[in-house]
């Protein structure tokens, strides 16, 4: 890992945008999970409805009645976005509150970002 980089989920941004330089196969491995969680539809809106969440988190009971799909599945769900590194999960009592892990989003919109990128004219 270059000296510019930080292990994916830390405060910093992990690496430059993949317009700028080319992503290293080291933080290529630890990138590709949270990808990879994003990209089934149900995780994705999983992951949108804790995002935008007021407050900043929410409650299990609060996501299920969502989507038609059995209590189980959508733990799994939650249970992949959790382990990709995606969202927080805290117990009180009987439920489950979920937060996005926001330094994490923020890295990987920064790996795709191309705002900052100089437009070159040929």
Avoid at 23 to 34: K, M, Q, R
Avoid at 72 to 101: F, M
Wanted: charged share 20%; proline share 7%; net charge positive.
């Amino acid at each position: 890992m270059s000296n510019q980089e930080v292990p994916f989920g830390a405060a910093a941004p992990c690496c430059p945008p993949l317009v700028q330089r080319r992503v290293s196969g080291e933080t290529a491995a630890a990138l590709a999970p949270a990808f990879k969680a994003l990209g089934d539809p149900v995780r994705l809106r999983l992951m949108s409805m804790i995002a935008s969440a007021e407050g900043g988190e929410v409650c299990v009971c609060d996501l299920t009645p969502e989507f038609d799909l059995t209590g189980p599945t959508i733990s799994h769900h939650l249970k992949t976005l959790r382990e990709a590194g995606l969202v927080d999960a805290q117990r009180r009592g009987t439920w489950v509150y979920y937060r996005a892990r926001r330094e994490v989003l923020r890295q990987l919109a920064g790996l795709l970002s191309v705002e900052s990128v100089p437009v070159s004219r040929v």
